[in-house]
């Protein structure tokens, strides 16, 4: 058991949707008390070839310097700051610029290869936040109720085939298609299937977690020419097990759930706003309206602004 | 009539549902504000008090009651009404999947569409949907009555042994062991009179298309 969310403002301005995503995930906590995590999107700022990475750096002595090396040496360092955490180690986020999307998988590797530091993610559109604890805690410590965008999508995890820290939180996200993400609840049962011909394509899986390889599976029909709607459409043929999930793109985002139905989805909209959730509850922080919609077993809902 | 209202908001469903149990020791009615799609509300209510919900609840409302009449003004989540033995769950709104799952006797009724597996595991009572249902409604069936006013989606009836589905609507498909049979004029006057109670306003019982078992023994693999 997983909880999900993920809301869209149709005006394409910018909102408080870290704040609506945390009411929305606080009403999901039930559903997952290890960790919990947020892709907020359109309020980066960020300049067309700029990047955010967030890195998890152990306390060590020289470490941090050590991580800053290897980023100046492909690319300057624009800006940054060190994020408290819990643990024996910190956050480091920093702002940099790459000529091609395609350099920054190759830097992130380069930056894994240290000893103790492991990068969280690196982004161009959309802010990624998870950590383990709740949300309430996990909201206060990184500011996430100031974060502001046009959608986001959020994830409290009942971790269930890996381990729990805050680099198997969700969500996820993928680096052959930039800024895509997800958070899922449930299971892939034929994960090596559906893993095996993206690793021959050339997707580098970095667990063996069920939701990594959603992401790398949505990311490789969207780079093939797929809408979002036809990659999810595709991924109830394709994926076996219980399962719904939703995913985030700088467009917007979209939810598949099984076709048995064996995991919950909801969904509600208003003139200004879309939003599915595992649960009513966790809708009816942002959607005033009774009028509440069931997603079918198979079905799959996309909303781009 | 003694009414009781108990406000929700600030508190969990343990602590509304132990209020509500003392209440209906001595009230007639109980009025739950704010309800908040709260999870479990409700749950295990032994005394034929009348229960109103004045908004959404979560999952499994109404659970494993016995005689209480429930009445939610907004959704309900997954499994209202699971395996309640006697009384009624009426759902103004829509309901999630599993929507009577399991009952012993009585009446859930949701106005609106409900999700998948309706009925699922039902032993006796009634099950009345004034909206569609999804996949594999009535699944497991043992027994009793499901009545669905608007369209049923894949494999209804799947793996039914005893019990009769009733649709209205469009019918995706049958699952196992589920057959049509002709719908009866003491069918047609058992439905009028069961819908009427719970003000469905039908033009032609007639119209119903009625699903039984093909067999009533347990059956295992094709």
Redo the contacts between chains.
């Keep these: 058991m997983c909880g999900i969310a993920g809301i869209v403002y149709k005006d394409k301005k910018l909102h408080n949707v870290g704040n609506d995503m945390t009411n929305m995930l606080h009403q999901l906590q ?1 559903r997952g008390p290890d960790s919990a995590g947020y892709s907020i999107y359109g309020g980066t700022g960020l300049k067309e070839n700029e990047y955010i990475l967030k890195i998890q750096v152990k306390e060590q002595k020289n470490l941090l310097e050590e991580v800053k090396e290897t980023i100046n040496i492909k690319t300057p360092i624009k800006e940054d700051e060190v994020l408290d955490s819990v643990g024996d180690s910190f956050i480091y986020k920093c702002r940099i610029a790459l000529d091609e999307f395609s350099q920054l998988k190759p830097l992130i590797t380069k930056v894994d290869e240290l000893e103790n530091v492991i990068v969280i993610n690196g982004s161009h559109d959309f802010e990624m936040i998870k950590d383990v604890g709740s949300v309430l805690d996990i909201a206060e410590r990184y500011d996430v109720r100031n974060v502001k965008g046009t959608h986001a999508i959020g994830h409290t995890r009942f971790s269930t085939e890996s381990g729990v820290d805050r680099y198997h939180a969700h969500p996820f996200q993928t680096y052959i298609v930039r800024d895509i993400s997800v958070v899922h609840n449930g299971q892939i049962t034929n994960y090596w299937k559906v893993r095996d011909p993206l690793e021959r394509k050339g997707h580098v899986f970095e667990t063996f977690n069920d939701t990594e390889c959603l992401v790398h599976y949505i990311a490789d029909k969207l780079d093939t020419g797929y809408s979002l709607e036809e990659a999810l459409e595709q991924s109830v043929e394709d994926m076996d097990g219980p399962f719904s999930y939703i995913i985030g793109t700088p467009q917007g985002i979209g939810i598949a759930k099984d076709k ?2 064996l995991r ?1 989805g ?1 969904m509600a909209e208003t003139d200004d706003v879309f939003a599915i959730a595992s ?3 966790s809708l ?1 922080e942002v959607v005033d309206t ?5 997603i ?2 198979g079905e799959v809902m996309v909303y781009e602004i | 009539m003694e009414i009781k209202e108990i406000n929700a908001e600030n508190l969990t469903p343990r602590e509304i549902n132990s209020q509500i149990k003392e209440a209906a020791k001595d009230y007639d009615k109980i009025l739950i504000k704010n309800p908040n799609a709260k999870h479990y509300l409700a749950a295990g209510v032994v005394d034929d008090t009348e229960i109103e919900f004045d908004g959404s609840v979560g999952y499994f409302a109404g659970t494993m009651c016995d005689g209480a009449k429930i009445k939610i003004n907004g959704n309900a989540g997954w499994f209202v009404g699971d395996n309640i033995t006697g009384g009624e769950v009426i759902v103004e709104g829509s309901a999630g999947d599993g929507a009577g799952q399991g009952i012993y006797d009585g009446t859930v009724v949701v106005k609106e569409s409900v999700g998948s597996r309706t009925g699922e595991i039902m032993k006796n009572g009634t099950i009345i949907i004034g909206g569609n249902s999804g996949f594999m409604t009535g699944i497991f069936m043992m027994g009793g009555r499901i009545i669905i006013l608007g369209d049923v989606g894949d494999d209804v009836a799947e793996s039914i042994i005893r019990g009769v589905v009733y649709v209205k609507g469009e019918i995706k498909s049958l699952g196992n062991n589920a057959k049509f049979d002709e719908l009866t004029f003491q069918d047609s006057l058992e439905l009028e009179e069961t819908l009427s109670k719970y003000e469905f306003d039908i033009d032609d019982y007639s119209k119903f298309k009625k699903i039984v078992p093909k067999s009533t023994r347990p059956f295992y693999g094709h």
Excluded: D, F, K, W
Excluded at chain 1, 290 to 294: A, L, P, S
């Design positions: 039930h048995l139905g919950p909801v649960e009513e509850v009816r009774h009028h509440v919609e069931q079918s077993p």
